[in-house]
């Protein structure tokens, strides 16, 4: 469960730019690609990113999942 603020939210979505549903200036297939090297994780693997394909979505789903550990 995510121990982020409503506020720490809006600071961590305004650092990475992602009020327009990306993260940065990555498109869905270097996201992909980034986390599969960075960390491993096939980030639209149906079990990480509930069947969204939307960066920043995807971004809250793995965090809500894996918790504070991220922070």
Avoid: H
Wanted: with cysteine.
């Amino acid at each position: 469960m995510s121990s982020l603020k409503a506020i720490e939210k809006r600071v961590f979505e305004d650092l990475f730019g992602m009020a327009s549903g990306y993260v940065l200036d990555f498109s869905n297939n270097t996201f992909a690609e980034f986390f599969r090297e960075t960390a491993g994780i096939d980030i639209y693997a149906p079990e990480q990113a509930d069947g969204v394909w939307w960066t920043r979505w995807t971004v809250w789903t793995l965090y809500n999942r894996e918790g504070s550990c991220l922070t």
